[in-house]
């Protein structure tokens, strides 16, 4: 993953953080059953994944255009909020892996105050917009002295893919599929570029969270915001879907490989759920550090990576859950 995108966690080594707490957390047991609410369901059939435009990274294996069948399945509305967050960890005692390896990844210019007295040393390279720092975890975003109290509606960030996993484990729920993600994302419309259609801003009005003005200098926030936005901002797309564009990238279940979908059968895209194996996880859905001059990566079909321990103030996740029987 790279640039406004987001950096991994062995891109920083100082003295400053342990790389030895590597170990996730076991999961913590679910819920005897899934709450469904605040979950759409999308009934089963077939959707064209991927870029036609020719607009995406070709690096990404953002295509080629192909048919995807997928059985019904439930997906949060929304992204998981700082208080959905803070329910969960009240009730497990959850530690997440920012807090197990004593830092994470916050955006250069949110660094101030106390949080600038705990900049870990070294910098991502070719990004040092992003720096690693002491304290910064789901609970401190921006670093030592900062608090979600007041933005307990925005995404939780700072969460690793596995802290994501165990609170859908916890939840009775699982973290999406990528071709569900997208399948969700698009809400109804064929290989248009954004979920609403194919300008970004219809009419001059903003539909996402995204950087507006100079990356990385200067943001002008001009749709509302200039960090995370309330998880439920903008109008929700035609499936009921807020923010799959913009805000915080979102971790998928599978594994990330650029390539594998393009090689694959068509008798393969029935569920496809990527590769058994792999060094990094899937992200989808940009943030509010994409800008069209560096990362475009805002696009429905758009896609990146990060490894399964990185944590950083612009990821977070969304859960799925399959039909209950009870359902049909």
């Known amino acids: 993953m790279d640039g406004c995108c987001g950096p991994r966690r062995v891109e920083v080594l100082s003295s400053g953080g342990d790389a030895s707490k590597t170990s996730p957390n076991e999961p913590t047991g679910g819920t005897d059953a899934i709450g469904t609410e605040g979950m759409v369901r999308l009934p089963c059939g077939t959707f064209r994944m991927g870029d036609g435009t020719g607009r995406g990274f070709t690096a990404d294996g953002e295509g080629?255009?192909?048919?995807?069948?997928?059985?019904?399945?439930?997906?949060?509305?929304?992204?998981?909020?700082?208080?959905?967050?803070?329910?969960?960890?009240?009730?497990?005692?959850h530690v997440t892996e920012a807090e197990r390896f004593g830092w994470s990844f916050?955006?250069?210019?949110?660094?101030?105050?106390?949080?600038?007295?705990?900049?870990?040393a070294g910098s991502v390279p070719g990004a040092p917009w992003w720096r690693g720092v002491r304290g910064a975890t789901w609970t401190a975003p921006t670093g030592p002295g900062s608090s979600v109290e007041g933005i307990e509606d925005h995404p939780v960030v700072h969460v690793s893919w596995n802290d994501a996993l165990s609170y859908a484990r916890w939840a009775g729920k699982r973290l999406p599929t990528e071709a569900e993600w997208e399948h969700a994302a698009r809400g109804g419309l064929d290989q248009a570029i954004f979920p609403w259609g194919d300008e970004l801003e219809p009419g001059g009005e903003h539909r996402c969270n995204i950087w507006q003005g100079d990356f990385p200098t200067r943001n002008l926030g001009t749709d509302g915001y200039v960090g995370t936005a309330p998880a439920d901002a903008f109008a929700p797309n035609g499936h009921g879907l807020y923010n799959t564009a913009g805000n915080v990238w979102e971790w998928c279940a599978d594994?990330?490989?650029?390539?594998?979908?393009?090689?694959?059968?068509?008798?393969?895209?029935?569920?496809?759920?990527?590769?058994?194996?792999?060094?990094?996880?899937?992200?989808?859905?940009?943030?509010?550090?994409?800008?069209?001059?560096?990362?475009?990566?805002?696009?429905?079909?758009?896609?990146?990576?990060?490894?399964?321990?990185?944590?950083?103030?612009?990821?977070?996740?969304?859960?799925?859950?399959?039909?209950?029987?009870?359902?049909g």
């Open 106 to 120: 916050v955006f250069a210019a949110f660094v101030t105050g106390e949080a600038a007295r705990h900049v870990m």
């Open 255 to 327: 594994w990330w490989s650029p390539d594998r979908h393009i090689e694959e059968r068509a008798e393969t895209r029935v569920n496809p759920s990527g590769p058994p194996t792999g060094a990094a996880r899937v992200v989808r859905g940009g943030s509010y550090l994409c800008h069209r001059s560096y990362c475009t990566r805002y696009r429905v079909a758009a896609r990146t990576s990060n490894t399964a321990d990185s944590t950083t103030g612009h990821m977070g996740f969304r859960c799925a859950a399959d039909i209950p029987a009870r359902h």
């Open 64 to 93: 080629p255009v192909r048919e995807v069948t997928l059985d019904a399945f439930l997906i949060d509305a929304t992204v998981v909020t700082n208080a959905a967050f803070a329910a969960f960890v009240d009730a497990t005692g």
